[in-house]
């Protein structure tokens, strides 16, 4: 016994010595690789997966972070110069790639119910709308985000300046796909960069520090639900009223219009909502206080019958509805519930009926439902990627500086300067965030001129903020998507006017 003991008693003391030599830290730079198969369009086909860490290196040539990502290269691929390169950021800022990489474009999707409801037990399936078909894909997790890391991970050392605002995340994302595209001998290749939410104004940004910083010229730039921070958080008028379509297209779903608007089909209405945002209610709101009571009353009127609120409510507010009272207040003498923010077809329930905004996200507890579970499970046991360091599906990125976003124009910039470049827009209308017809007035936006308007497209979904979650949007957004890339690689046309 006293053997046993001392056999056991020098064994922990070894095993903890072991273990204080251990530190909870992710290699800068590795990779592990994979090898996988999937049908898409009724066309099997292998792909290698290669997932690891690259560094972000600076001045000086030192490493400041370590950045996560996940590239997926179909293997019967005779020209991969030919073969264009898919970019894929989400948004936050401060969110992980999983959003697009586990739901959207990839090669495995979560295993969710037909309109994008966890089911158990958690998962990942094939995606049989996935793009790789035509394009390899490569998932980038900003610092902080997924399992990326600063260097150090905290503290007064690192340097936030660097990475937490708009355009230290652009420099230092750019310079970063530079030594990416260098490793993986990818500078031949069509390119294309896809950016969800916030990751919108992160590709608008890109897409010239790509060219003017790192001589990277795009085929094209695609936003998933984006926000223009131009638009959103500014209020005034503009940003007030445009908000009307969405609500419009929210009540439809949530049967809260009236008749003669709910017997019509979705996109019949739409347009007649967005025509008096932009031609009365703009308008309306810009004259404040001053506005005649007439004007006032009609408009309330009509913004009642286009929102499913009561014209009390809207009067109440002056004409200007925030959206979380929208949220909070559309069902609330229905049935009750609350509608989600980035998806207003999901439902919550709050403590009290009473009050301005509802007590949490709805759509967000479901996604976390599915999302956590499954990349972790995803990365780690079919990718093999071991690791003890969480997975962060939202890191600590803030305070965020968000000054000086010249965005939009850089996209502006980059695509006078680049005939090659080409825009892609989607967004779902049930998306009460980063609604659709925000992202329409963005489009509008970025060229004022009109002179580059053939070389922009938008598509819209009947879902929320990531419209992949529901089967047949999923089907039809990467659809868009592939043909979008397929129409835009340009197969030795000149880059010229």
Known sequence: MTSLRGTLLAFLIFYSGLLAGQERKLPIDTTV???????????????????????????MGNPTAALHYTYYT??????RAARPLLISFNGGPGSGSVWMHLAYTGPRVLRIDDEGYPIQPYGVKENPFSVLDVTDIVYVNPANTGYSRTIPEMGKEVDREKFFGINADIKYLAEWLNTFVTRHNRWSSPKYIIGESYGGTRVMGLSLALQNQQWMYLNGVIMVSPADYKVIRVGGPVSSAMNLPYYTAAAWHQKALPPALQQKDLLEILPESEEFTVNTLIPAIAKGGFIADAERDAVAEKMSYYSGLSKKEILEHNLDVPTSYFWKGLLRDRSGYTIGRLDSRYLGMDKSLTGNRPDYNAEITSWLHSFTPAINYYLQEELKFKTDIKYNMFGPV??????????????????????????????????????????????????????????????????????YLRREDLKQANEDLRNFILRTVTKGESAKY
Do not use: C
């Open 74 to 79: 179909r293997n019967d691929v005779k020209d």
């Open 398 to 467: 803030r305070p965020w500086n968000n000054e000086n976003d010249d965005t939009r124009d850089n996209l502006r910039q980059a695509m006078a300067q680049n005939p090659y470049l080409n825009v892609l827009i989607q967004s779902g209308y049930y998306d009460g965030a980063t609604t659709y017809f925000n992202a329409k007035y963005t489009m509008w936006q970025v060229d004022p001129s009109g002179r580059m308007k053939d070389r922009f497209e938008f598509k819209g979904y009947r879902s929320g903020h990531m419209m």
């Open 33 to 59: 690789v994979t090898e996988h198969s999937v049908t898409v369009n009724g066309e099997r086909f292998s792909y290698k997966a290669e997932t690891g860490t690259q560094p972000v290196w600076d001045e």
